[in-house]
């Protein structure tokens, strides 16, 4: 991969990340859980189906169109990073509330964006 194609896909999954704190910054309820992204009647169920209410999405089906896209555009990975990231189980996790996951979700993307 050349240079600039890196700072291409640098900076691309940066502004996804943006874009994913915007949409956290926008639920109306700080919380998020884990194993699926996005309930019908517009619960949110982790930080990716946070960003597909923020993109538009009113169902699942809708979300997976939005997120399908961005993974065409080569943030496969970057969609991967952010699942396992919320799905996270460890010892230290194991009675993690969703408000507590809205938080460390949203001090990872923070992370991501400054790192």
Known sequence: MKTQEVKETVSTEK?????MLAALDALKDKNLSRGSFFADEGNIRCALGAWMLYKGATTYAEGAKLLANKVCHGLMSC??????????????????????????????FEQQIMG
């Open 79 to 108: 969609a991967g990073k952010i699942m396992t990231e919320n799905d996270k189980l460890n010892k230290s996790l194991e009675d993690e509330t969703n408000e507590e996951r809205y938080v460390r979700m949203k001090a990872w």
């Open 15 to 19: 502004l996804f990340y943006i874009e």
